[in-house]
């Protein structure tokens, strides 16, 4: 069965400017939906449809949408997030540098059915060709009447102004990107209240990704039963897997969810280097547990099927590992990765972090010792689910999963007092 694409232009095309787009479709979804149909029933639509965030958590987009205040309370804004900072992640990236007005269509429908006013898109900032494409494209736009004021004879105001981060990962956090948006420390806050009852500038405000946003007009220009026969019952529609590490074609690959995670890697990227077999592979960026060859063959990519197994969908970032790599190391740069971006608003993750990374450092550099092991099991235990946001959860599952299901590598590691693979220690 062939599969439909309809986030990233074919054969690497780029529809950046506003003919390449509106030639293949565009906008006609934003037009229909304020010429004829009411805000209620794309909210509505988006809600049937199924389609879930594809920032990580997985929520449903049309639920997040129907908890802003029915009190009419303005102004309202959408934060779009594309800070985009989780390792082995490049999707919106994708979306925003080939096909950013399907993003703006996107955050137009959405802002019409939710009377929002404005959106503000939190653009990773060392993506220089994306935000200059970004920022073009909207100047495309408003000049075509897609924003500004009264678009398109409805009556609706709305603008898009593009923010670039500075290189927190935690700023991917929603109430983390929200204070740094309105100029504050990058930390995330306490909730209640949550952001569609208390977000920007204490205002209702929608929380999305990049990917989400662009979703939204094909739900509505394939419509809701269309859209529901791609991926599965409980995770519709397609998704961009960016696919990294040992496979001979690396790069992004748009299919449905539900799709073999064998498949995406022996298939659409081109498999194993020559004469390797699989050892690893992370679906879904660095905080999301790692699985086993074994079970890495025989999973399909979707939110149950991945829960299920222990593990989650992320960010579909997929991370594949060979017979060469030596997953000590592999845990211990995710650990030093967390322990610099966490925040240290909390007790369990900033000093939580920081035993980690000193744990297997140890291991690596051939000074660790057997009970660091269960060590390293007990602090993991302490940092889940006590946080005020899930970096500490990331810290304990990126690092501490491979140690739950490769213990016998780590334990190599101190028998050998360093790594058996390479012979050396890393400083990291």
């Not at 322990?339 to 909390?346: K, T």
Request: hydrophobic share 35%; net charge neutral.
């Amino acid at each position: 069965m062939a599969v439909v694409r309809y986030l990233l232009p074919p054969d690497g095309q780029s529809w950046s400017k506003l003919a390449d787009y509106k030639k293949n479709g565009g906008y006609a979804a934003a037009e229909n939906a304020l010429e004829s149909m009411k805000p209620e029933d794309i909210g509505t639509a988006v809600k049937g449809s199924g389609l879930r965030g594809r920032g990580g958590a997985g929520f449903s987009a049309g639920i997040k949408w129907s908890f802003l205040p029915s009190d009419g309370r303005r102004p309202r804004y959408i934060a779009c997030n594309g800070d985009e900072s989780e390792p082995g992640t490049y999707k919106d990236r994708q979306i925003v540098e080939r096909n950013p007005h399907q993003l703006i269509e996107g955050l137009l429908i959405a802002s019409f059915a939710n009377t929002i006013d404005a959106a503000y898109v939190y653009l990773r900032g060392e993506y220089r060709t994306a935000y200059d494409n970004l920022r073009a494209a909207i100047a495309e736009a408003k000049e075509a009447g897609y924003l500004g004021k009264n678009i398109l004879g409805s009556g609706l105001d709305f603008e898009i102004y593009v923010h670039r981060g500075a290189g927190a990962y935690i700023c991917g956090e929603e109430t983390g990107l929200m204070e740094s948006l309105e100029g504050r420390k990058g930390q995330p806050r306490k909730r209640p209240p949550f952001p569609a009852v208390a977000g920007l500038w204490r205002q209702p405000t929608i929380i999305n990704n990049i990917e989400t946003m662009a979703q939204v007009p094909y739900v509505l220009r394939a419509g809701v039963d269309s859209y529901k026969t791609i991926g599965t019952e409980k995770s519709t529609g397609n998704t961009i897997f960016g696919v990294s590490g040992c496979v001979m074609k690396p790069g992004p690959y748009e299919l449905p969810l539900g799709t073999p995670l064998k498949e995406i890697i022996f298939e659409h990227a081109g498999g194993l280097r020559p004469g390797r077999t699989l050892k690893a592979v992370i679906p879904g960026g660095v905080s999301m547990p790692v699985l086993t060859a074994e079970t890495a063959l025989q999973v399909t990519m979707d939110h149950d099927t991945l829960q299920k197994n222990g593990t989650l969908l992320g960010t579909g970032a997929v991370i594949v590992m060979d017979d060469t790599v030596c997953l000590v190391r592999v845990a211990l740069v995710i650990a030093r990765f967390f322990r610099h971006e966490s925040c240290g608003q909390c007790t369990q993750c900033r000093e939580g972090t920081g035993w980690l990374h000193k744990l297997f450092q140890g291991i690596e550099r051939g000074t660790g010792q057997m009970r660091d092991l269960d060590t390293i099991e007990d602090v993991c235990k302490f940092m889940e689910a006590h946080t005020i946001c899930a970096l500490s959860d990331a810290a304990a599952w990126g690092a501490g999963y491979f140690v739950r299901r490769f213990r016998p590598e780590f334990e190599a590691h101190i028998e050998h007092e360093g790594c058996p693979l390479a012979g050396v220690s890393f400083e990291v």
